[in-house]
């Protein structure tokens, strides 16, 4: 079954050419079922490449999807046209006596700040509150997963010495998790941050479960049972050029900056970056979907209660 996108969103053609089964609205008014409602509160300045990411992983499943576009209500994007912003995306002020059966927060490149600092924290912990009673399940991703924590469990983030960046390999700490069936015992996912989670920190707060680890860059995905909710603080989503985008640009800018470990053929920039995540990546999200599926209410009123 396909994902439900506006034919004029820049993904539905993205994916289409892909091979991914996308419905516009009028077809998809036609089907007698309710699509699974998710939604995406996109905190990242590049908003058409995000959109594409995730709604690549999410319309890869065999469910109808309705896919939302959130934004924060007052905080204004310097990077994607007013007018796609005014056409895809509803502020948060405007959905919040709405229920989604998903919700996916991106990560945002401000990790260097402190979470009080961010311009729109105030409205960010509504967001936060607002899932307990009208979302059914979120996923938190990246600084958006690290936010979340903190802000539910006071789990604090880190900053290194030196950026965690490349394509890690991860362990699979949970293999009789719902969300990493048909997942191998170890997996490649891109990483690309300035803090850390401390494994010893998340082990201490009761109901927080480690799933996907790194002896590397630590823990990675963790579940919230009491909230409902998914933390993970790195890519899966990411395409397979998108590493090379962030390297490029920080020669560029003359920032300092590795070679993304583990990317490229030999460790070699020169050399064309080859994708190792996508099969797992498909799998979570997939996995997610599912769990969605078999658990929340027909009636999407019920969310939340």
């Known amino acids: 079954m396909p994902i439900k996108l506006p034919s004029a969103l820049p993904a539905y053609d993205v994916l289409s050419k892909e091979g991914v089964m996308v419905l516009d609205e009028v077809t998809a008014a036609r089907q007698d079922i309710r699509p699974l409602r998710i939604a995406l509160l996109n905190l990242m300045p590049k908003k058409i490449q995000t959109e594409n990411q995730f709604a690549r992983l999410i319309g890869a499943t065999p469910l109808q999807i309705e896919f939302s576009l959130i934004r924060m209500s007052e905080h204004q994007t310097r990077n994607t046209a007013a007018e796609h912003m005014e056409e895809f995306y509803k502020p948060f002020s405007d959905v919040r006596d709405e229920k989604f059966d998903g919700l996916i927060i991106t990560g945002a490149p401000i990790e260097h700040l402190p979470f009080h600092d961010v311009t729109y924290?105030?409205?960010?912990?509504?967001?936060f509150d607002w899932t307990q009673t009208n979302v059914h399940s979120t996923f938190g991703v990246c600084w958006g997963g690290m936010a979340m924590i903190n802000y539910f469990h006071g789990v604090e983030k880190h900053l290194l010495?030196?950026?965690?960046?490349?394509?890690?390999?991860?362990?699979?700490?949970?293999?009789?998790?719902?969300?990493?069936?048909?997942?191998?015992?170890?997996?490649?996912i891109p990483v690309s941050r300035w803090t850390e989670m401390r494994q010893d920190e998340i082990d201490a707060v009761p109901g927080l479960k480690t799933l996907i680890t790194s002896p590397e860059s630590g823990p990675a995905l963790v579940e919230d049972i009491a909230h409902r909710a998914l933390y993970i603080f790195n890519h899966f989503e990411y395409d397979t050029g998108t590493l090379k985008q962030e390297y490029d640009r920080d020669i560029a800018n003359g920032t300092p900056i590795n070679v993304p470990a583990?990317?490229?053929?030999?460790?070699d920039p020169l050399k064309t970056p080859q994708n190792r995540w996508r099969s797992h990546a498909h799998l979570l999200y997939g996995n997610w979907i599912n769990e969605i599926y078999q658990t929340t209410y027909f009636d999407l009123d019920k969310i939340g209660t």
Not at 121 to 127: A, F, K, P, R, S
Not at 173 to 184: H, I, N, T, V
Not at 262 to 267: H, M, R
């Open 262 to 267: 583990n990317y490229y053929p030999d460790d």
């Open 161 to 188: 010495d030196r950026k965690l960046f490349g394509c890690l390999r991860h362990q699979n700490k949970a293999p009789s998790s719902p969300y990493l069936r048909g997942f191998s015992d170890d997996c490649v």
């Open 121 to 127: 924290w105030d409205e960010l912990t509504q967001v």
